[in-house]
């Protein structure tokens, strides 16, 4: 815009004072050199300056992160260490109580809580890992294979559990190897989240006629809190509306640096059913 209005000026202008033909061309091309010229170096100054924000802007992002990483592991080993303190006194004071009663009640309150607080810094960790660590390390995955074994240390992990599988055979992929962690936090999630003395969970794998995968784990539990679903599908907290779960979170991230899609549904007559969406291999490269 200004360089228009200085180009019809300066005309208007040099054809009004310049009489001569050959003094005005000379004087136009003296003209756009000096145009040229000037708007260069307002260019360079602008690149410089915005080059210069931006090397600043990542100098703090790195301090930032450095200093975030320093004090989550400080965090995570002095909770660790505090929990594992607690719990042992906890420990020693239900063999001063009988096994049944309300002190004995109390104190398994205390080593449950303790427990959680141990588990939430280790998905937190999780989690950091998730979101700072490099995913274009892919390599070719057997998912039939990986999806069976994360299955199979589910079954160990939790042996009153039924676990269904209808896992497709021979479904290969080029992925991140951390899908097996976005896996075992949802058969975690539907497990330990299940309100019935008897927890039913259904893993069902296939391959789309377009070429995605798809992988299916779903629950009989008392299904996704509506505070809890909205925070997971808008993506975002706040002092109104924050999840208390860290496992929805980490396998959102990694299926989105994976460009896949994860969807939650309810089920009839209750449970929840979380669909992982892998996308074809041309699409991955």
Known sequence: MVGTIWILTSDFLLYAVVSNLGVAISVEVLK???????????????VSYSQRDLERANDQ???????????????????RNTCNIIRGNAELLADDFPAEGEQAERVETITTQTDRLVELSEKTHLLRDAVLED????????LSQLLELRVRKARNRYPKATIRTDIAADIVRETDPRLETAIDELLENAIEHDDTDDPVVEVMMQETDDGQVTIDVSDTGPGLPDIERTVFEDGVESPMAHSEGVGLWITQTILSQLEGTIAIEDNDPRGTTVRLTLPTMTSMQ
Request: charged share 15%; net charge positive.
């Open 135 to 142: 995913s274009s390390t892919l390599r070719q995955i057997d």
């Open 32 to 46: 756009g050199w000096i145009f040229v010229v000037g708007s260069s170096i307002v260019l360079y100054g602008l």
């Open 61 to 79: 992002l790195d301090r930032a992160l450095q200093q975030t990483s320093i004090l989550q592991r400080i965090i995570r080993h002095n909770l």
